[in-house]
């Protein structure tokens, strides 16, 4: 389902971005696909009100589904994801 909208939380400037953590495999960080990766900390940059964020971990930025970013620590499917998200698409789901 596309929204056609996209919400910023200050660029890559580090201005009122969203904390959160994730356990999705990057490659970009040295992970191996579809294998069980660390659980880290991340900053959220953007959400397209639909299915992915924009992340930031240390030097490394990219686009991560939204459903395993947790508001803290811990695996998908034991973490509790992201309220703002779950919130958004509520919302936008009533609207239509």
């Not at 953590?21 to 660390?38: C, F, S």
Request: net charge positive; proline share 5%; charged share 25%.
């Amino acid at each position: 389902m596309e929204y056609g909208c996209i919400l910023s939380f200050g660029g890559n400037k580090g201005l009122n971005m969203i904390k959160a953590w994730t356990d999705y495999p990057i490659t970009g960080l040295g992970d191996i696909p579809n294998q069980k990766a660390p659980v880290r900390e991340c900053k959220i940059i953007a959400y397209d009100c639909d299915k992915y964020c924009t992340v930031r971990i240390g030097d490394y930025v990219g686009n991560i589904k939204s459903g395993y970013l947790y508001d803290s620590p811990g695996r998908h499917g034991e973490a509790k994801p992201v309220s703002l998200f779950v919130e958004i698409k509520e919302k936008l789901t009533k609207k239509k």
